[in-house]
């Protein structure tokens, strides 16, 4: 593989992984403002017929959609979700050379 290849590759893999951000995002805004939607009316909901229905219907597109959120992050996120490769092989070195320095 030649430079310009690998170049190219690592930008195709960058478009992706922004790519995938962005519909991360949008996905999050859209559940923010629905989840906002969704409170307001658990707050004006009034005593009827219909009101366990309705607030079954709440619950469940909270609970069910923040599962797709989290199931989504995860997907979006997970090179990087708590303890990269680089954060570790980072740590290791801070520690390393914290190390050595107590030993001289």
Known sequence: MTDKEKEEFFYIEAQKK???LRWFYIHLAGYVVVLGLV???LIIIEDTA??????AINY???????FFI???AINTFKERLF???KWEAKKLEEFLG???KTWE
């Open 70 to 72: 989290v199931f989504h």
């Open 50 to 55: 219909y009101t366990d229905s309705i607030l």
């Open 18 to 20: 922004v790519h995938k």
């Open 83 to 85: 303890f990269s490769k």
């Open 39 to 41: 409170i307001w009316n």
């Open 60 to 66: 469940s597109t909270i609970f069910i959609w923040g």
């Open 98 to 100: 914290k190390k050595n």
